[in-house]
């Protein structure tokens, strides 16, 4: 990877590109630095002790956003409301005709309106997620001005100032998607993970220094494990099943034309860490909301206490929808009737298989065994960070997920860089 990065350095075109994704990142980290206004400060830096190191969905997003969501700072939402958008449309593009056609039929024209309701979407989430998290801050006297006319001036202000930091963030990765290198969204949720390792460092560092000598061996142990888990990522985020193509020899005149022989690649990880964020939304969504309205007693507050991020109930629970989740996500993305169709008509067939139906049904056959393992790679890398935590108590804020994202993402980067690389036929990476 470093031998790529020292490769493209050396091209003009991909260093000002690389210099230009380096300058998105830093201004993304500048806005995640600065609160937004009418907070008491004192109770802020308090709260922010709360979510550091917090499992539950609130220090998550703590963690993806780099510190901004518990310091509520311009760009304390980050890129979740065009995450869940981005999720939601996808959906919605399997149920609503129309959406379907865009997808479908209208190319790029269909894809500018599915980016525009997506954003437009984005903005909806990001007014509910913002009024939600001031009602937090509010519940938590952390928000200085509450009463009177400058009280709903200030909570105007504050809410307006998170879905402002939202709607820049969706603009800086769409800058990067044009003039930088890599996916934009995907490399400004990188720069807010490991904005966070520092924090994760010195958390460990303080249970290796603690008293006592089961930390000063859980501590190397859980960095082996890290190593462990991140190849284990690695190899299946590479793994796939090549299904062998033949097509059929064609005579056109005196060429002849097909006759060659392919595959179809199906990766073990199709989905990538969509099943777990979505399911993650959706296992918090009880806790969110009690913790919204400030609910500390009575029937809800026990109700949501069951799910707990550190219960048992809620890890078998989070696994069940991340593989839930995972083939339904995988379904609207894979059609294997359609992936028989096309194969038909370029006069390619499966070795063994008839075209039609029998070629459709092997699909489907070899994608269910797929899906299964991807879900359960999925479903096992998301708890055990959980199963972790009960185990030796240690509250740690980079957790499987976030390491799939940071492997996601630097693997997908570096393909960047090499496809770029070849297409400018560079000598030193061709030898």
Avoid at 38 to 55: I, K, P, Y
Avoid at 218 to 238: K, Q, R
């Amino acid at each position: 990877m470093l031998q790529i990065l020292r490769n493209a350095w050396k091209i003009a075109d991909l260093r000002k590109k690389l210099l230009y994704t380096l300058l998105i990142v830093v201004i993304f980290r500048v806005g995640s630095a600065i609160p937004v206004p009418f907070l008491d400060m004192s109770e802020l830096a308090t709260f922010a002790d709360t979510l550091s190191g917090d499992g539950s969905l609130f220090g998550y997003l703590n963690m993806l956003t780099g510190d901004s969501f518990s310091k509520a700072t311009l760009f304390a939402l980050s890129i979740s409301p065009y995450i869940n958008a981005s999720i939601i449309v996808q959906l919605l593009t399997v149920a609503i005709t129309p959406l379907q056609r865009w997808a479908k039929e209208e190319g790029e024209e269909g894809r500018k309106k599915i980016g525009k309701l997506t954003r437009g979407v984005t903005l909806l989430l990001a007014l509910m997620m913002a009024i939600g998290y001031y009602f937090t801050l509010k519940s938590n006297n952390i928000v200085a001005v509450t009463d009177g006319f400058y009280g709903w001036f200030a909570g105007i202000t504050i809410v307006l100032a998170f879905v402002a930091g939202s709607s820049v963030i969706v603009w800086l990765g769409e800058l990067i998607n044009k003039n930088g290198i890599g996916n934009g969204i995907s490399m400004i949720l990188f720069a807010g993970i490991v904005s966070s390792m520092p924090t994760a460092a010195m958390t460990l560092w303080g249970y290796f220094t603690a008293e006592g000598i089961l930390y000063k061996i859980l501590v190397p142990v859980i960095l082996v494990l890290a190593v462990v888990v991140i190849g284990f990522i690695v190899l299946m985020s590479e793994a796939e099943r090549r299904i062998p193509v033949q097509y059929a020899k064609r005579v056109v005149g005196r060429k002849q034309y097909g006759g060659q022989s392919s595959y179809i690649p199906i990766k073990v990880n199709m989905s990538g860490v969509m099943p777990i964020i979505f399911a993650s939304s959706i296992v918090s969504l009880p806790g969110i909301l009690v913790s919204f309205f400030n609910v500390t007693e009575g029937f809800w507050a026990n109700f949501v206490s069951i799910f707990n991020y550190n219960s048992a109930l809620y890890a078998v629970v989070y696994f069940i929808f991340i593989i839930l989740f995972n083939y339904f996500y995988v379904s609207i993305q894979y059609n294997p009737i359609e992936i028989a169709n096309n194969l038909k008509k370029n006069n390619g067939a499966i070795p063994g298989y008839r075209t039609g139906k029998p070629t459709s049904d092997y699909i489907m056959k070899v994608l269910g065994k797929i899906i299964l393992i991807g879900a359960l790679f999925l479903g096992v890398i998301a708890v055990f960070p959980i199963a972790l935590q009960g185990i030796t108590k240690m509250n740690i804020a980079l957790g499987g997920t976030t390491v799939l994202i940071i492997v996601g993402v630097a693997l997908e980067t570096v393909k960047t860089l090499e496809s770029q690389m070849m297409m400018r036929h560079y000598k030193g990476f061709l030898e």
